[in-house]
């Protein structure tokens, strides 16, 4: 039976494989593990399998499992939609989170990061060509809202991410990612020193990675299939 340590070999594995095939080092490329509605006790035996990088969702099923967790020193993500009123909680809370799209957003979340804390790793979520969410900014307008948000004086911009819809076809799964790609480089270009993208998912990591990913953000093929509906929880 596949256990959590297996799958996570497994997906160890192939990041490795699809560096390699890219001319990439698998070191350059880091594994998120998203636990979203799996419990506490699943994140754990991740942990002890060598995992330390983990991605939630909602922050009403995060906040008692970091405190069930808190032994263990993990580096949290938050990869979900922020309304207004939850920022704090995500701020006070977590290391990075990669859902960014809105200044009054980021604005919020600077505000409220915690003096004592490190700053805030931020990714700005873009909405890439045929994204199915409604989520994420439109291409031509992360120019300006990342000059915004790298001015923040809590936060560390840091890249961007963004979940295209799932196609059976490799082709248009590539040419998302691709797009991304090329958005970050023009960043970068505009003296931005970004150096993350967060894109792939259990679907579609391997092409992610061919095209540049540095974060892949993985749920299912580690802890199995989710079985209760996503925004519930
Ligand atoms: C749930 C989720 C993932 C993981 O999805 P899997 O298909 O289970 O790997 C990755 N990124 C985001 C933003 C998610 O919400």
């Known amino acids: 039976m596949a256990t959590i340590a297996s ?3 497994a997906v160890r594995a192939a990041i490795l494989e699809s560096a390699v095939s890219a001319g990439r080092k698998a070191d350059d490329i880091a594994l998120l593990a998203v636990s979203k509605t799996f419990p506490a006790d699943a994140v754990r035996e991740a942990f002890a399998a060598g995992q330390r990088r983990f991605a939630e969702s909602y922050v009403q099923e995060v906040l008692p499992k970091m405190e069930a967790l808190k ?15 939850k920022t704090r909680p995500i701020a006070e809370n977590f290391a990075w989170v990669h ?7 980021a ?3 600077s505000e409220q990061r915690p003096a ?8 700005l979520q873009v909405n890439i060509s045929g994204e199915d969410s409604k989520s994420g900014v439109a291409p031509e307008e992360i120019f300006r809202l990342a000059q915004e948000v790298a001015r923040l004086p809590s936060l560390v911009l840091r890249g ?3 979940i295209p819809a799932q196609s059976g076809e490799a082709m248009a799964q590539r040419a998302a990612f691709a797009e991304l790609r090329r958005l970050y480089e023009r960043l970068n270009g505009q003296g931005l020193a970004l150096d993350t993208l967060s ?4 679907d579609d990591y391997p092409s992610a ?10 749920g299912s093929a580690i802890f199995g299939k989710r079985n209760y509906q996503e925004g519930k929880a």
């Open 7 to 9: 799958n996570l070999q």
């Open 71 to 85: 032994d263990l020193g993990i580096e949290w993500h938050f990869i979900g939609p922020i309304q207004g009123n």
């Open 99 to 105: 859902s960014v799209d809105r200044l009054k957003i």
């Open 107 to 109: 604005e919020r979340l």
């Open 116 to 123: 004592g804390m490190p700053p805030l790793q931020i990714c």
């Open 160 to 162: 961007l991410m963004a």
């Open 199 to 202: 894109m792939g998912m259990s």
């Open 209 to 218: 990675i061919a095209e540049g990913a540095t974060m892949v953000r993985i």
